[in-house]
């Protein structure tokens, strides 16, 4: 496989481009970051397993905060040392899956997790 050059993005064209494209996303010390609320621990996994299953795909790797109620995940670029169109590629894709509602899409069919305290899921957006 040959390497390819990556343009890494300057702070103020990730925090703009966060604002258009991810406007849950923030960019903070060389990262672009997005904290999920869960209401539990098992919601949290959910997540995580997620996160995980979209960024072994993408061979892209996050880095990830998780606590009982939250995920926080964090991209960058390893190899190329920053921002790049890979990170805002994954987090795309990171918040469609994650945020999903299926009631909204499918006009009812799937119904989505009941608004029951002890079966909620996520604190959607």
């Known amino acids: ?45 959910m997540v995580v397993n997620t996160v ?3 960024a072994e795909a993408a061979w ?14 964090k991209l960058a670029t390893h190899s190329a040392k920053g921002v790049t169109d890979k990170d805002f590629a994954l987090a795309k894709k990171i918040e469609e899956v994650v945020q999903w509602r299926p009631s909204e899409e499918t006009g009812g069919i799937l119904e989505g997790t009941p608004d029951d305290p002890r079966l909620r899921y996520l604190k959607y957006d």
């Open 1 to 45: 496989m040959s390497k390819k050059e990556e343009k890494v993005y300057a702070q103020e064209e990730i925090e703009e481009r966060l604002k258009r494209e991810l406007p849950h996303w923030y960019y903070e010390n060389g990262w672009i970051r997005r904290k999920f609320k869960t209401h539990g621990w098992k919601s949290t996994l």
């Open 52 to 54: 995980g299953h979209l």
């Open 60 to 73: 892209h790797h996050p880095d990830l905060t998780v606590s009982y109620a939250f995920v926080i995940v």
